[in-house]
């Protein structure tokens, strides 16, 4: 890259940005939902921006895996036979201001998506989408990226990254994508002299030392869990307080199991595919009657056996955790990620 | 970029009863050129779209032929089966496929063979025994034991007539309950391993059925002197996608779809599966 990869952006001029994403793209970024909820929704005008939000009720998840996609279209009465039309979305999409964890979020579907077989649906979005992180100076109060490496800076995998000083955005490039973004506002966007480069630093360093008061203990619970040994008693006691509701799962960045299901009126119909939860006692259901996970607990189990072993993190490069907090908010239970992690490690409830 | 969830139409060429309530559809390409890229084998399996009620694995229950159509063998269990058992020849459905990993087969060469099937299990091996029936000076002695509830669930009676008449394979049918003119084996499907002379050491098994007859007959191999690893089987999970995605189908970290559905008992041994 030839210009430097660090700009600014005064604070006055973000609108006018903005106001330039929405010529060319569904920009998709913190609005005020009810109350003092705040969630990543489409953007009509730039004063609509949250920029001041801790976190979003849900992940980008749903923009780029809906809770219902459709994948075909069909027509019985095609005269040369049915007819299968897949159904892509191809729509540009700027997500901005998204929160170092929901980037990690988009980063470990990328990966899930493209193991092994590549899912069209999914990169089809994937590829239209830009990814502009906003970089965390305060803790929300269920945060706890620093325990799982997803925030509160990131150090790739966004194609821009904001960090606000004072009354001005620190701009930092993380690919082609990002550069040209920059590049069609260069009368708003100016290089970044060295003395906002070494506050952005420190702010980093802050950020950090006050992330560190809220910790999951994962070192334990993903040896445990790697290798069997979380006394079973646990999971029983767990299991009684799940109310399968499945929650956890659909505000999860990293929970991406789906079933698939046919409509049709007429000759007309669709195959969509729909978000599920491992939870759910139908779940692994046989159309023998057959249920290899009739129990909540072996659904428990299997649950965080997905998120937290070694067998899944190696291939996933992760685990299925980005410590956004949102299943702390979600469980009723109190199923949450740094719960049961912490049961895990001292043996009891 | 290829889209994994879309079908191929095909269109069913023909509909046979097995019994009261299974039958078996033999499937044929709209586009005929299809059939050249479809290449799969024994073991293996297909994701059968009924459009408008929904899609279900299927094991690829013939061997690669000439006639340019597969068969799948289909028991009344389920929404899409209930429709399926429906449909008469000319009526379209979508094929996803082939997918999953299929039994080995050059691996096994110069071994005594023993398929152990059981009612609805017989299916996935039907292909396997036909292609190494199909080159039989390559293999050792061939015995198949098949077993099922009653006279009427039992399948493929054409094979099994066959199977019978050549002195190449030996064929022992049981049934659990017999019918006044039922004259065979009574018993279950591992009773017939006193009577079929097996030597175990040299032998590799095959063993298709349900849950409770695989855990039975895996357990009367192992007394037999058989290898954890000798010992194959195709599993059956709920599955979805049937490529890797939705996760339905999951025994700790290993994907029966993609993973199997064909795994060794020396691999179930170690897959963790929480359930």
């Known amino acids: 890259m030839s210009r430097p990869p660090v700009y600014v952006i005064a604070k006055s001029h973000l609108s006018a940005w903005v106001e330039k994403m929405l ?11 009810h109350g003092p909820d705040v ?3 489409e953007l009509e005008a730039p004063e609509q921006v949250a920029w001041d939000y801790s976190s979003s009720l849900a992940p980008l998840k749903r923009f780029l895996f809906p809770q219902t996609d459709t994948l075909l279209r069909w027509d019985k009465q095609a005269d040369d036979g049915l007819q299968l039309e897949p159904a892509y979305d191809d729509t540009e999409r700027i997500f901005l201001a998204v929160r170092p964890c929901d980037v990690a979020g988009v980063l470990f579907l990328d990966r899930v998506f493209t193991r092994d077989r590549e899912d069209i649906y999914y990169l089809n979005r994937r590829k239209r989408s830009t990814l502009i992180a906003l970089t965390c100076a305060e803790p929300g109060e269920h945060c706890f990226c620093v325990c799982a490496e997803a925030g509160p800076f990131l150090k790739q995998g966004y194609d821009l990254q904001l960090t606000r000083i004072s009354d001005e955005y620190v701009v930092e490039v993380g690919s082609e994508k990002g550069a040209a973004l920059v590049g069609e506002a260069e009368d708003l966007l100016v290089p970044a002299p060295e003395v906002l480069m070494r506050a952005r630093r420190e702010l980093e360093q802050e950020a950090k030392d006050r992330f560190a008061d809220d910790k999951a203990y994962f070192a334990a619970a993903l040896r445990q869990v790697t290798f069997d040994q979380v006394p079973d008693h646990l999971w029983d006691e767990m299991a009684e307080r799940c109310l399968e509701c499945g929650g956890c799962s659909f505000v999860c960045p990293t929970c991406t199991c789906f079933l ?19 939870l759910y006692e139908a779940y692994a259901l046989e159309a023998s009657g057959h249920n290899p996970r009739a129990e909540r607990r072996h659904r428990l189990k299997a649950r965080f056996f997905h998120k937290l072993s070694y067998q899944f993190a190696k291939p996933l490069e992760a685990h299925g955790c980005v410590g956004c907090g949102r299943c702390i908010t979600a469980c009723m239970g109190s199923n949450d ?3 049961v992690t912490a049961r895990i490690r001292r043996g009891a409830l | 970029m290829e889209n994994i969830y879309l079908p191929d ?28 890229t479809f290449d799969y084998r024994p073991g293996q399996f297909v994701e059968i779209s009924v459009f408008g009620v929904g899609e279900a694995p299927f094991c690829l229950a013939s061997a690669r032929n000439g006639a340019e159509v597969f068969e799948i063998t289909v028991r009344r269990t389920g929404a899409v089966t209930d429709v399926l058992h429906t449909l008469r020849a000319g009526a379209q459905l979508g094929v996803r496929g082939p997918l999953g990993n299929g039994f080995p087969f050059d691996e096994v060469k110069g071994r005594d063979i023993l398929f152990v099937g059981g009612g609805i299990g017989l299916p996935p091996l039907r292909p396997l025994i036909w292609e190494m029936l199909g080159k039989r000076d390559e293999f050792g002695k061939i ?9 009427a669930d039992l399948v493929y009676k054409d094979d099994l007539e066959r199977w019978r008449s050549r002195e190449d394979v030996e064929l022992m049918v049981t049934v659990d309950v017999a019918d006044e003119n039922w004259t065979g084996n009574v018993g279950v499907v591992g009773s017939l391993f006193p009577k079929a002379a097996i030597d175990a050491p040299a032998t590799v098994a095959f063993v298709c059925g349900p849950p409770i007859m695989i855990r039975f007959v895996v357990t009367d191999l192992l007394a037999l002197g058989f290898a954890d690893k000798d010992i194959y089987t195709t599993l059956e999970r709920h599955m979805r996608c049937g ?4 996760n339905h189908c999951l025994i700790g970290d290993k994907y029966v779809c993609t993973d199997g559905p064909v795994f060794s008992y020396q691999q179930m041994k170690s897959m963790m599966d929480p359930g």
């Open chain 1, 260 to 278: 698939v299901a046919d409509s049709e009126i007429g000759d007309a119909g669709a195959r969509e595919r729909l978000w599920d939860s491992c």
């Open chain 1, 39 to 41: 969630a990543y929704g």
């Open chain 2, 9 to 36: 139409v095909v269109e069913i060429a023909d509909v046979r009863d097995e019994t009261y309530d299974t039958k078996s559809f033999a499937l044929r390409f709209l586009k005929p050129e299809r059939w050249k």
């Open chain 2, 143 to 151: 015995t198949v034991l098949y077993g099922a509830r009653t006279p």
């Open chain 1, 337 to 339: 990620m740094p719960a």
């Open chain 2, 243 to 246: 490529v890797g995605k939705c």
């Open chain 1, 23 to 33: 010529e060319t793209a569904q920009v998709i970024a913190p609005r005020v939902a």
